[in-house]
């Protein structure tokens, strides 16, 4: 299990480029004499559009196809048949769905207006499943079960502004862990709870933070293996006794910021595997010995991250990912002689979301390529053989024929190489092409060569080459990169971009004179701070749920999550770094903003609150400036309802041919 920081979420282009579904409206019939008005296509209810002319119905036949991809994703193994359950979207958010064998049916489950989040069957029975989902997207997941013989589902935990995620099953599996924000909104304490009896709940551990997390049962099932986080580059292990809630750290603080990116229990209870920086530039596997706290490093040959990892029901295997220049791959490793054995060869892409079946030789997990999307596939470990179990559909498109990613590299102002993945259009555009810089979220984010999505519209249709890039700050490159950007540090990470813009005319390919900038969360930040630095080098600017004013989206932010901010931005109640914070924010600067914005937001996102938006719409406007806003009341940190999703994306294919393509 991996555990990261609470962060802004990485929106690939595939997900800021993609928002809702707004009805086709025709204008009234012209009088004999004028000529037809075209069809255009009106926002729904749900939207409220500032700025947005009128787009045309054209638009939305255009891009159908492209709007119309699916994705699946592993949630859960059934804890005794060969069968799965999953996540995947039928209308018009993503749902349970349960597949019998490879390629089999997707038998929908759930069938709420909202996302289906995380879910489980327990670790051996087969009566009920658990899962969460929020309301609109505000992230205040509820804990449900659905009663598999009945369909009835309940609610497990309190509602309301309460945060509650799954953790895992006793080894019994009559018992579940979980954090949940109930107590207070602000710290994510620690309970245990017998599913089938909502009224089991009982707090074990009351701890005081937003980062905290159950993580793993003892074999014995008397203590929890908790994670406590405070950044990307600092986190602790602590062991809690189940009865007591007498809780012990294991991993001390040192002379240095040590970060563990994930831990489980070994089968014989004496130690923990567990993956982790200490010592190194990137995370290692090690089995971390509890008598006496040594690590003995198990991947020290392979200079990457170890990006997840599964230890094997019955303790002899690990499964591990690392994150190879952004590709992924798999290995299996012995744990009686601390050695890999041979694994099955993926294709390349990207693999997430590894599980084991209970019976030690499935290994689910899902697989993303520029390609193909999201699906999940098994392996059957004593054979290597491959099995699918869901094919996504494509639109009816050809996605053997979508662009694959170049890794290109540039010199920033202060020597540092700054990488990132270029996506060049279809053979068929001829000439220099007009060029998207899509910024990933974070910042403990990377951008990856993945499945586009409906980018592959830019890419096929319109002759746009997208660029991805990783500034520092960027997870992936050891973690004294993570740090380049970190408090007074902020603005380096603009000047990667800046870099990037200047390197961009060496490429004959590329046209230095049609360049859009984009990014969600941290990289709308991004996207606002590059629209005001270097105005004069860009034609547009697309920013989504971004941050414009560092003061005010601390000091608004969701409290649970208020100070794991603060460590990576800096502390806005020291008034030196305040008057810094307000110094670099967007809205500050955003008199320099000459070029048209378009900015897309979420009213209950908690994360970066809508206010951010609002704000900088009104300072631009304030300022003269050519701004546009969307903003989806039923949304939370980016847009997760298909019809909303396929609006954005007509606003922004009518806002790239108006502004980029000219």
């Known amino acids: 299990m991996q555990f990261r920081p609470r962060s802004c979420s990485t929106l690939a282009l595939a997900v800021l480029l993609s928002l809702g579904l707004g009805s086709v409206a025709h204008a009234q019939a012209p009088a004999a004499t004028a000529a037809p008005k075209p069809a255009v296509i009106k926002p729904a209810d749900n939207l409220v559009a500032d700025g947005l002319p009128e787009i045309a119905a054209e638009i939305a036949e255009a891009v159908g196809r492209y709007t119309e991809f699916r994705s699946a994703g592993l949630a859960s193994w059934h804890p005794t048949n060969r069968e799965m359950l999953i996540s995947t979207r039928f209308g018009d958010t993503p749902q349970l769905h349960e597949v019998r064998f490879p390629l089999g049916a997707r038998r929908q489950l759930t069938f709420f207006p909202d996302r289906v989040g995380g879910s489980s069957w327990p670790r051996r029975s087969a009566e009920y499943i658990v899962f969460t989902k929020d309301k609109g997207g505000d992230e205040f997941g509820q804990i449900h079960r659905l009663d598999v013989a009945t369909g009835a589902i309940s609610m497990l935990s309190p509602g309301g502004r309460s945060q509650n995620g799954l953790g895992p099953w006793s080894q019994q599996g009559d018992r579940m862990a979980f954090g949940s924000t109930r107590r207070n909104g602000t710290d994510r304490d620690i309970y245990v709870m017998d599913p089938k009896d909502a009224a089991s709940t009982r707090l074990v551990q009351e701890v005081k933070g937003g980062g905290w997390g159950a993580a793993d049962w003892s074999p014995d099932d008397k203590k929890l293996l908790v994670f406590e986080a405070i950044s990307v580059n600092e986190s602790y292990l602590w062991l809690v006794d189940v009865a007591t809630g007498e809780k012990t750290l294991i991993t001390p603080k040192g002379a240095e910021q040590v970060a563990y990116g994930g831990a489980a229990w070994s089968a014989d209870g004496k130690g923990l595997y567990v993956t982790t920086d200490k010592d190194s530039e990137f995370q290692r596997l090690a089995l971390l010995d509890l008598a006496t706290g040594k690590h003995s490093y198990l991947t020290s040959h392979i200079p990457w991250d170890v990006d997840s990892f599964e230890l094997s029901p019955d303790g002899k ?17 012995d744990t009686a002689s601390g050695k890999q054995k041979p694994a099955p060869k993926l294709p390349v892409g990207l693999v997430f979301g590894l599980e084991w079946h209970n019976n030690g030789r499935d290994l689910g997990l899902g697989l993303n390529s520029a390609r193909s999307p999201s699906d ?41 190489t700054i990488s990132g993945f270029l996506y060049k259009p279809a053979s068929r555009f001829s000439g220099p092409r007009p060029v998207v810089i899509n910024i990933h979220g974070g910042p403990e984010g990377q951008s990856r060569p993945g499945f586009q999505g409906r980018g592959n519209y830019l890419l096929d249709e319109l002759g746009v080459a997208v660029l991805f890039p990783n500034v520092r700050g960027s997870t992936g490159f050891g973690k004294s990169f993570v740090k380049l950007d970190n408090g007074v540090l902020r603005e380096d990470s603009v000047k990667d971009i800046g870099s990037l813009l200047d390197w961009i005319p060496t490429r004959k390919d590329l046209d230095a004179s049609r360049v859009m900038v984009t990014g969600g969360s941290y990289g709308g930040y991004m996207t606002l701070a590059v629209a005001t630095h270097y105005d004069a080098k860009i034609r547009c600017s697309l920013d989504v749920v971004g941050i414009s004013n560092f003061v005010t989206f601390l000091q608004n932010t969701e409290s649970y999550r208020r100070d794991l901010r603060r460590v990576e931005y800096g502390d806005e109640r020291d008034p030196a770094m305040k008057e810094h914070l307000l110094k670099i924010s967007p809205a500050t600067n955003a008199q320099k903003i000459k070029k048209p914005l378009l900015v897309i937001q979420g009213k209950n996102d908690p994360r970066v609150p809508y206010t951010e938006s609002e704000q900088m719409v009104a300072t631009v406007k304030n300022n003269g400036g050519p701004v546009r806003y969307l903003l989806a009341n039923d949304e939370g940190h980016g847009f997760a309802k298909k019809k909303n999703q396929d609006f954005q994306f007509y606003a922004t294919i009518a806002f790239v041919r108006e502004h980029l393509l000219k």
């Open 376 to 416: 999940v596939y098994s392996i059957d470990v004593t054979t290597g053989k491959l099995e699918r179990w869901t094919e996504s559909e494509t639109g009816g498109l050809n996605a053997a024929s979508f662009s694959e990613a170049e890794l290109v590299r540039w010199k920033s102002f202060d020597g540092k």
């Open 317 to 333: 295997t690990i499964a591990f990912v690392t994150n190879e220049e952004g590709l992924s791959v798999l290995h299996l490793l």
